[in-house]
């Protein structure tokens, strides 16, 4: 379901973003606004999935996983299912793209080290549908991955008449 955003909802996302734990009535005094319209703002992110949750921002490097690699993967088309299934299993996969090109998965993998890398992408090749893969080390991260910059560029375009 697609919804409208506002500025309105823009400065509330930003500010659960700050403080996902911020509770309504100090959300309210910030934004300057009544409690019950935060309540229905969100309720309404919340319903149309424009909001999926609040879940903590875990520094995997602080506990322990220090290497990010992405995993592009060549599969047999006709096994696509069981092999995201496959890695649904594993816990360092972070993430799973369907893509075109040349590679059919793109998979984000966390890993504690070079060597607990290659023993995961040696799993991954022993998923059957699998016929190839190539490794790209994540040197850095300088962008993590956000939603608030494209929701502000959003609110603030002029609106047709």
């Given at each position: 379901m697609t919804i409208k955003i506002d500025a309105?909802?823009?400065?509330?996302l930003k500010a659960l973003a700050a403080d996902p734990r911020a509770p309504i009535l100090e959300?309210?005094?910030?934004?300057?606004?009544?409690?019950?319209?935060?309540?229905?703002?969100m309720k309404r992110l919340e319903?149309?999935?424009?909001?999926?949750?609040?879940p903590p921002s875990v520094d995997l490097q602080a506990i322990g996983f220090a290497v990010h690699a992405f995993l592009g993967v060549e599969l047999d088309q006709s096994r696509i299912d069981g092999i995201v299934e496959a890695l649904r299993e594993f816990p360092n996969?972070?993430?799973?793209?369907?893509?075109?090109?040349?590679?059919?998965l793109l998979v984000r993998i966390a890993a504690?080290?070079?060597q607990d890398l290659l023993g995961i992408v040696q799993?991954?090749?022993a998923i059957q549908g699998v016929r190839h893969t190539e490794t790209m080390l994540?040197?850095?991260t300088p962008i993590e991955y956000r939603s608030l910059p494209l929701v502000e560029h959003l609110t603030n375009q002029p609106h047709p008449a």
């Open positions: 309105l909802d823009a400065t509330l959300l309210a005094q910030r934004l300057r606004i009544a409690r019950n319209t935060v309540q229905a703002r319903s149309s999935g424009a909001v999926r949750g609040y996969v972070l993430e799973v793209h369907a893509t075109t090109g040349r590679s059919d504690q080290s070079q799993r991954v090749h994540a040197l850095a």
